[in-house]
């Protein structure tokens, strides 16, 4: 079964700029939510979305936002970049219900 | 407010030796408990979890430990090998969310 893949992988921005991540979930996953890293704060939630519906959000500007397809691939938007949004973008699926998160590789994103 | 800590940023161990990695949490009600471990340039890999119904989970090298009243959680690798050399982070589940909260990591270095 393929795994969690996101794209792009790199990707340099400017600030001001916007941005569109890609995420497709492992085949029969419904539930992908977002994380970002950064070496100061680690791992942080952004959102969970859940056939096509936002079911949880973490504490980010609504500069982030996400969407979710009905193939379960989703997309996270970051608009206005600033210097900050510098950071491991992480995809991860499960089945929904109290299950291991698999994820992604993760982009690179880098805010110039 | 950090929910989930990792206290050690990071532990070196001899090959063979085990490896003990901690974890305290504030919230009471996280119900699930993951281990997860990262490779540079990959995202975070499902290692083993723990219900909070039960106080042990093991699978071959990898065994949790949770002590709910302490608010507590470990990852003992038995015997550690130079392949486990990995940042590994904690993270939380509170029953109903798929929103995994995390700690900041512990960088695991398993010497030959």
């Known amino acids: 079964k393929a795994g969690v893949t996101q794209t792009p992988r790199y990707l340099i921005k400017t600030r001001g700029q916007q941005v569109t991540l890609s995420c497709s979930p492992i085949?029969?996953?419904?539930?992908v939510s977002w994380y970002q890293q950064t070496p100061g704060q680690g791992l942080q939630f952004l959102f969970e979305?859940?056939?096509?519906?936002?079911?949880n959000k973490g504490n980010f500007p609504g500069r982030f936002s996400g969407r979710q397809f009905s193939n379960s691939r989703s997309e996270m938007n970051v608009s206005t970049l600033e210097l900050g949004d510098s950071a491991l973008y992480l995809c991860?699926?499960?089945?929904?219900?109290?299950?291991?998160?698999?994820f992604g590789p993760g982009t690179r994103l880098t805010v110039l | 407010d950090q929910q989930v800590k990792q206290n050690s940023p990071s532990l070196s161990v001899q090959e063979g030796r085990i490896s003990i990695l901690n974890c305290d949490y504030t919230n009471s009600m996280f119900d699930y408990f993951l281990w997860y471990k990262k490779y540079p340039a990959e995202g975070p890999t499902f290692l083993i979890s723990?219900?909070?119904?039960?106080d042990k989970n093991e699978d071959g090298r990898f065994t949790v430990f949770l002590n709910k009243s302490a608010k507590h959680l470990s990852l003992h690798i038995v015997p550690s090998q130079p392949g486990d050399s990995a940042v590994y982070f904690c993270a939380a589940l509170q029953g109903g969310s798929e929103k995994l909260v995390f700690g900041k990591g512990t960088k695991l270095t398993v010497n030959p």
């Open positions: 979305y859940f056939s096509e519906t936002q079911r």
């Open positions: 723990i219900s909070s119904i039960k």
């Open positions: 991860a699926s499960s089945l929904g219900i109290l299950n291991e998160q698999f």
């Open positions: 085949s029969g996953h419904r539930s």
